[in-house]
T-cell receptor, first 113, second 114 residues
């Protein structure tokens, strides 16, 4: 069975400081993992995806994530937060057939001026 | 290129009413699915389809019905609305492409049942 756990429901950072959003996954086989972002009252936008080609994945807007099999983690990072990064972020694992996606409960990122 | 289009964007229903949420995609994706988003719970899968004429239940299917007569459309029917179905509903599509496949989402339908 597939599942993801996002370890923080809320994260608050100051503009210009690093961002770390944590995600642990459970999967019965080699997982396909994704991070999506949702700005207030908007749909979901793909930030990045891991599909076993490389453990460090670069996404849009300066975000990246590192797949660590030994730790079953796929944490999202950004070196320097921007006000426009304030949103909710979801870690997602697919079932391998890509017709079902399992979402974490989400992490709301607040960026302070 | 419209992607995944959901209608309506907002809807208020009275308890016991029925309605259909529409979803259409123009990317010729085989897979389509419906999710509901509730605070603190992420998105949960309601129903999904792997192709025209094929549907199956997800995690929270009770009170919802789906059909898929064409590749493009995947409507979600609420049979008798209940306040517990107040939520934001997202339709998604993806293609049968293996490890590089992600889900594409519509803009959501915010449903309130009073």
């Amino acid at each position: 069975a597939q599942s993801v756990t996002q370890l923080d429901s809320h994260v608050s950072v100051s503009e210009g400081t690093p961002v770390l959003l944590r995600c642990n996954y459970s999967s019965s086989y080699s997982p396909s993992l994704f991070w999506y972002v949702q700005h207030p009252n908007k749909g979901l936008q793909l930030l990045l995806k891991y599909t076993s080609a490389a453990t460090l994945v670069k996404g849009i807007n300066g975000f990246e994530a590192e797949f660590k099999k030994s730790e079953t983690s796929f944490h999202l990072t950004k070196p320097s937060a921007h006000m426009s990064d304030a949103a909710e972020y979801f870690c997602v694992v697919s079932d391998g057939n890509f017709n079902k996606f399992y979402f974490g409960s989400g992490t709301k990122l607040n960026v302070k001026p | 290129n419209a992607g995944v289009t959901q209608t309506p964007k907002f809807q208020v229903l009275k308890t016991g009413q029925s309605m259909t949420l529409q979803c259409a995609q123009d990317m010729n994706h085989e897979y389509m699915s419906w999710y509901r988003q509730d605070p603190g719970m992420g998105l949960r899968l309601i129903h999904y389809s792997v192709g025209a004429g094929i549907t199956d239940q997800g995690e929270v299917p009770n009170g919802y019905n789906v059909s898929r007569s064409t590749t493009e459309d995947f409507p979600l029917r609420l049979l008798s609305a209940a306040p517990s179905q107040t939520s934001v509903y997202f339709c998604a599509s993806s293609y049968r492409g293996g490890a590089n496949t992600e889900a594409f989402f519509g803009q959501g339908t915010r449903l309130t049942v009073v």
